[in-house]
């Protein structure tokens, strides 16, 4: 996949064009222009991420001036407020961006900043990424998911978002998520004697091994779906641990080996109960 990673996307400092005001607005900048580690921390991860997002973007445009990307767990918007000034608000002023989040006052003050910068293509739901998936507020087809950090279950739930909306490209930076560790952490209290349940006897590799079976089979859903699924890191580790950066492209009909092997590697791991979350398609 080809991605744009211009200088400017990999600093600290404003995007080109950027409004420092905006920055400001988003507590992003203080007052007097200065930067604090945690959002020189944001800043860094958001801009990378529309470095991501913008080639996306660009083949998308060439099909579709109107199109439309869906951000779960947004929380304050950062990414669709960066996205829409840096580049959505120029290139693409018919993109319709959807902010999501379960946090009303979240929502209610991305709405106020919306509407004092004149974002006029952004819209943002008190919904969780669940109850988004029903929502009649949402077009039936979206072209784009983003998901940076959401929580816990809120990455699945965006991804299953973004199959019934039939996206054409997700792209998900995984918050933590206990429900996979609860699960494998139940499998090692009974009697198990399957040897690899060594992968996660020690308390620090059921959470480390949980992530990354999560993100296995969040990836192999993904693939199962008929998507083209690229998994990398988003910044040096040193900037977040929850650095894992998953782009999935739609590229055809469903997938009978990614759907085998993603429901033997739930039956391997013993966590059976899993085959729900990580729905397959039926063929
Ligand atoms: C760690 S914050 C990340 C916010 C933002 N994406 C960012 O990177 O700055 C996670 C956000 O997900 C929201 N959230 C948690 N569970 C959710 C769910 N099930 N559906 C939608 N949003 C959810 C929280 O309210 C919170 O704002």
Not at 149 to 159: F, P, Y
Not at 216 to 243: C, D, F, I, P
Request: glycine fraction near 4%; charged fraction near 20%.
């Amino acid at each position: 996949m080809k991605t744009s990673n211009t200088p400017a996307l990999h600093s600290t400092e404003p995007l080109p064009g950027q409004s420092t005001a905006l920055l400001q607005a988003l507590h992003l900048l203080t007052r007097d222009g200065k930067l604090n580690q945690d959002s020189a921390r944001k800043l860094k991860q958001v801009k990378h991420l529309i470095g991501f997002i913008k080639p996306l973007v660009d083949i998308l445009l060439e099909q579709k001036p109107n199109l439309s990307i869906v951000d779960h767990g947004a929380g304050k918007s950062y990414l669709g407020f960066l996205l829409v000034d840096y580049y959505l608000k120029d290139h693409a002023p018919l993109a319709q961006v959807y902010g999501i989040d379960v946090r009303q006052e979240l929502v209610e003050s991305a709405r106020v900043l919306a509407q004092q910068t004149g974002f006029k293509q952004m819209k943002f739901l008190a919904l969780s990424a669940k109850e988004a998936i029903e929502s009649p507020d949402l077009p039936a087809q979206v072209d784009l998911v983003t998901a940076l950090h959401a929580c816990d279950t809120a990455t699945d739930d965006a991804i299953a978002f973004g199959l019934t909306h039939h996206a054409q490209y997700m792209v998900l930076v995984p918050c933590c998520q206990a429900e996979v560790a609860r699960s494998l952490r139940q499998t090692k209290q009974s009697d198990n004697d399957d040897p690899i349940s060594e992968l996660w006897r020690h308390p620090i590799h059921t959470r480390e091994f949980g992530s990354q079976l999560t993100n296995t089979l969040r990836s192999l859903q993904l693939e199962a779906h008929g998507y083209q699924v690229t998994v990398t890191e988003l910044v040096g580790w040193e900037h977040s641990m929850k650095n894992e950066l998953i782009v999935a492209s739609r590229k055809g009909p469903p997938r009978l080996a990614a759907i085998k092997r993603l429901n033997n590697l739930i039956d391997r791991v013993g966590l059976p109960a899993l085959k729900e979350r990580f729905f397959t398609p039926s063929l």
